[in-house]
Nanobody, 130 residues
Framework: QVHLTESGGGSVPTGGSLTLSCALS????????LGWYRQTPGKEREAVAH???????HYSDSVKGRFTVSKDDAKNLLYLQMNDLKPEDTAMYYC????????????????????????WGQGTQVTVSS
């Protein structure tokens, strides 16, 4: 059974930094894309960053230049380094991996479609104070 567990959230002032981690386990199929998403109450979950198996990264315009997604395949860990945090970054952050049928598709194909990501962690809260 696929399992994802996020950690590293917290409360920081504007301009602060946080690094989120996501531990992945239980995979029985190949995955070429992993992603970070965030959600605030009453709003849809939105994509933050994705990373391909080869290390190619993709970012939403709102975080480009401030956030960095990376992974450690040996440790089965996904990271999101967040710098220069702003109050509008306040949200619950989730890591996600694709469903089996989308496992072999690159981020450029599946990242725009939230439904292709069927495995989610429980989320970690990030709060940025003004």
């Amino acid at each position: 059974q696929v399992h994802l567990t996020e950690s590293g959230g917290g409360s920081v002032p504007t301009g602060g930094s946080l690094t989120l981690s996501c531990a992945l386990s239980g995979y029985t199929y190949t995955i070429l894309c992993l992603g970070w998403y965030r959600q605030t109450p009453g709003k849809e979950r939105e994509a933050v960053a994705h990373i391909d198996d080869g290390g190619t990264t993709h970012y939403s315009d709102s975080v480009k230049g401030r956030f960095t997604v990376s992974k450690d395949d040996a440790k089965n860990l996904l990271y999101l380094q967040m710098n220069d945090l702003k109050p509008e970054d306040t949200a619950m952050y989730y890591c996600a991996s694709p469903v089996r049928e989308a496992g072999l598709q690159p981020c450029a194909v599946i990242a725009p479609n939230l439904r292709r990501f069927g495995n989610w962690g429980q989320g970690t809260q990030v709060t940025v104070s003004s």
